[in-house]
């Protein structure tokens, strides 16, 4: 395990302190957890299924080329 330190606004650091308390657990303990489930949960976040859309650009030429000249007026 690594030591670090982390600033709290008061706020927030009341809220942890209260929370560990009522779970019986050091403020340590419920950061960890709390850090742990968060990372998890980004982890499992199943990415946005954008297949639906994918043709809505199929009859349109968007390659980088193309933009290029039409912004330079080449196209």
């Known amino acids: 395990m690594h030591r ?6 008061q706020d927030l650091f009341q809220q942890i302190k209260q929370i560990s308390v009522q ?3 050091s403020m340590s303990a419920y950061i960890r957890e709390v850090l ?3 990372i998890e949960r980004k982890k499992t976040t199943t990415a946005i299924d954008v297949s639906g859309v994918s043709g809505m ?19």
Do not use: M, P, V
Request: aromatic fraction near 16%; hydrophobic fraction near 25%.
């Open 4 to 9: 670090t330190q982390i600033y709290f606004e």
């Open 23 to 25: 779970n019986s657990q």
């Open 36 to 38: 742990r489930s968060e």
């Open 57 to 75: 650009w199929g009859d349109y030429d968007i390659s980088q080329k193309t933009l290029r000249d039409k912004a330079w007026g080449r196209g």
